[in-house]
């Protein structure tokens, strides 16, 4: 029998009050977890009395020149990754935790979740059992960067290095993944909402919104600057100049085999601590290509990240001319043809697949909101000995990896539950 009419507004306004009592648990939830946008710099710095593991030069030493083939290096274990949005730097990071793990390193993990409480300014005290004077081996979460905060967790020769992406990729794929969670693009209505956008953002972009830091000169938001600084301002040109002088080696991702090579130099490590396999990429369908016009309305809405990229794209093949075109060649042959050989070891199927096809849920990478757009990867049934473990530890999905290695990650868990509860 239908319930009386008194009784069906009765569940109703009983059903009202659980949802607005459980969406207030959300946003309370979401509010702790996500820290303020505006976070200053001197609400995030760690106490004058924490001391530091060591004394901190004002500016990063040079590394001694490394050259692994010669054999005359030692190779190199203090390092900041400062880990950029959308860079392919989830690669990269793979291969510094498997490095990591392998030599029994010290890494400096955020605590709750897998970020250091971005996008605030990083502090000493966001780290994981952080006591004053703890010294690290590793630290490569993503963090809005805070160097005197940074430089203060690493011995004095640590190597400071980061990933820079053409900012109007970057651009693309940073509207993609992070769109849906930035309100203000929820006004747009067409199909082709990149697009839509892209024909008159300041119709649409509230640099004091929610999130709106993804999408705008996302790079140098997360290297610590003002991203809405005046392109004109003198500023612009320091920070850039700041970068140069902190970081020993500024990565490329559309040239990241060239970049290992670099980079397996710079730290003398072997071949096989840089191997890879593509962490984190979206499939093909979800990625729309930007079209001539449109690529130059993003790169002049991202102009000061284009500007970064620019010089550090210069400084780049500079540093491949010093290291030696048919060098450089010979190398990342050699390394192409190593990973192509983990490939056929370890990949089941040989290639990445969609999640609905993914058969381990260790192996399930993160979900943007409202999408399964990243692909993942199968691991083979039968691998021998020799391999079982690299395979595994080069296809583990970050957060799993950090689970892996003991990190405490309570709210990122609780997160995906509720996001697995509601199906988003």
Known sequence: MPLPQKKRWESMAKGLVLGALFTSFLLLLYSYAVPPLYTGLASTRTPEGAAPCSPAPSEPEAPTPANGSAGGCQPRRDIVFMKTHKTASSTLLNILFRFGQ???????????????DYPAFFARSLVQDYRPGACFNIICNHMRFHYDEVRGLVAPNATFITVLRDPARLFESSFHYFGSVVPFTWKLSGRDKLAEFLQDPDRYYDPRGYNAHYLRNLLFFDLGYDSDLDPGSPQ??????????????VLLQEYFDESLVLLKDLLCWGLEDVLYFKLNARRASAVPRLSGELYRRATAWNVLDARLYHHF?????????????????????????????MRRICIDGGHAVDAAAIQDSAMQPWQPLGAKSILGYNLKKSIGQRHAQLCRRMLTPEIQYLMDLGVNLWITKLWKFIRDFLRW
């Open 313 to 341: 794209n210069a400084s780049f093949w500079r540093k491949v001319e010093a290291f030696g075109r048919e060098r450089m060649a010979r190398e990342v042959a050699a390394l192409r043809r190593a990973n192509e050989r």
């Open 102 to 116: 392998k030599h029994g390193l010290k890494f400096a993990f955020p605590n709750g979740r897998n970020d250091f």
């Open 236 to 249: 612009v040109q320091e920070h850039i100049l700041e970068v140069e002088r902190r970081f020993h080696l």
